[in-house]
């Protein structure tokens, strides 16, 4: 088995504590048959008590834990073991986000432990410097996002995403990047792919929407026509 490479456009939803269980599942579905329905590749956060009741219910997501620790089977009391993850379908984590950061050198040891179970690593930064920084640790994915955007509904200005795709892709041409600060409209996610980041997505901006399985549904279009017609 080897660690896949998600193709651009990618998208991402990333339901955090808002949705779990069976409603996590409902907008699961919804998610796996879009990602059929247009062979694009979405990463689905789950709860880790979710993880095989998704996976057992979907089939053409990239389920994503939210987190995990660098420990190994045997003693770890209340920690997030890779193994048990990959066990119950997850291919890839989100790693030192602003909700859950992680000391460098506790972020390098994890990033280890993903690799080794090919797990796609997909690691925030909030600055320019921590961009330049985390890039070097060779990550497979970076989220480039001001900590003051996450859940305004205020996504990151043109110029600042533009930077950021410029830092990690000097500092590291083979790693991907992701925009998705305050992603909550189709205009959103066009700003963001046309910045040049292979992928964008979102939390609050669906979760949190009027319509959460149509707005979902209307990004989902949005990004494969911008596949279609701009690249």
Do not use: W
């Amino acid at each position: 088995m080897s660690k896949r490479r998600l193709r651009a456009p990618f998208f991402v939803v990333n339901p955090k504590l808002y949705l779990y269980g069976q409603k996590a599942l409902e907008l699961a579905k919804v998610a796996d048959e879009l990602a059929e329905k247009y062979d694009i590749d979405i990463l689905f956060t789950v709860q880790h008590a979710d993880s095989y009741l998704i996976s057992q219910n979907t089939k053409n997501l990239i389920l994503t834990a939210q987190h995990m620790d660098s420990y190994t089977p045997g003693r770890g009391m209340g920690h997030v073991l890779p193994e048990s993850l990959v066990e119950a379908g997850i291919q890839a984590v989100f790693l030192n986000h602003a909700e859950h950061p992680l000391h460098v050198s506790e972020l390098a040891k994890v990033m280890k432990r993903a690799d080794d179970l090919d797990l796609i690593t997909i690691v925030c930064a909030d600055s320019f410097a921590e961009a330049r920084a985390i890039a070097t640790l060779n990550p497979d994915i970076m989220v480039c996002e001001p900590t003051e955007l996450i859940g305004t509904g205020q996504s990151s200005d043109i110029e600042y995403m533009k930077e950021t795709n410029r830092i990690v892709k000097e500092m590291n041409p083979s790693t991907q990047v992701l925009q998705a600060a305050g992603i909550s409209t189709v205009d959103d996610v066009l700003k963001a792919l046309r910045s040049g980041a292979e992928g964008t997505g979102g939390t609050s901006g669906i979760v949190c929407a009027d319509d959460p399985i149509q707005t979902l549904k209307d990004m989902l279009a949005a990004v494969n026509k911008y596949r279609e017609e701009e690249m």
